[in-house]
């Protein structure tokens, strides 16, 4: 069945990009785009688990989108579009999405604090799962310099992963896009989700 990927934060005039990437693949983009931080799209995934005890079902009923229609449901995020997830993760089963692709995407607060422990708790079992097959988590981040932003930036959260978890096999995909936060939308991040998606169906989690 056709796979369907819902991505939070793709900025309208980017959409076009990782359409293109995605050509000749059965599945399906689905992009989410609120002007805000990751607190406006943590703010939407509970207003969704209030209505629908479920953000990606809530989400997906708004879209006039429905579950049981594709064969897979795979999460995508740029930027603060990670708020979303970070709340459905908190869900059974991480919310019954299949994998996530982060691009540039996923920050916390300072590693080595409590705060940076309970916002990577989730994000860590979920890496583990995918380590052992059970789930797709792809993760790319930009050329920022780690510490010059007052949290944990997304490459110090995708080496904490790896830290903690082990070096990326199976179904976990880790590596550096070596450009800026704004080019990754059109440049390295569309193929990168391309290589993620058939990642997914070379371990047959679709």
């Known amino acids: 069945m056709t796979g369907l990927i819902v991505f939070t934060h793709l900025h ?3 959409v076009q990009y990782f359409e293109e990437a995605l050509e000749g ?7 989410v785009h609120r002007f805000g931080r990751s607190s406006t799209y943590r703010h939407i995934a ?3 688990q209030r209505a629908a005890q479920s953000a990606l079902t809530g989400l997906l009923r708004d879209k006039k989108r429905f579950r049981p229609d594709y064969g897979w449901v795979l999460g995508a995020c740029y930027s603060a579009g990670y708020g979303f997830w970070s709340e459905a993760f908190k869900e059974d089963d991480w919310g019954g ?3 996530i692709v982060t691009i540039d995407s996923w920050y916390a607060s300072t590693l080595g604090t409590e705060a940076a422990e309970a916002d990577l708790k989730d994000l860590r079992a979920f ?3 995918a380590r052992n097959g059970a789930r797709l988590l792809a993760m790319t ?5 780690p510490g010059s932003l007052g949290y944990a930036h997304t490459s110090e959260v995708a080496e904490e992963i ?3 978890v082990g070096e990326p096999e199976e179904g976990l995909l880790i590596e550096s896009a070596k450009q800026g936060h704004g080019q990754i ?3 390295t991040g569309p193929p990168f989700l391309r290589r993620a998606v058939e990642l997914f169906g070379e371990l047959g989690l679709g």
């Open 12 to 14: 309208p005039q980017h």
């Open 185 to 187: 939308l059109s440049q």
């Open 162 to 164: 790896v830290r903690r």
């Open 25 to 31: 693949l059965d599945v399906e983009l689905l992009p």
């Open 97 to 99: 999405v299949d994998g």
């Open 127 to 129: 890496a583990e799962a």
């Open 141 to 145: 981040y930009s050329s920022i310099r």
């Open 46 to 48: 509970k207003t969704y």
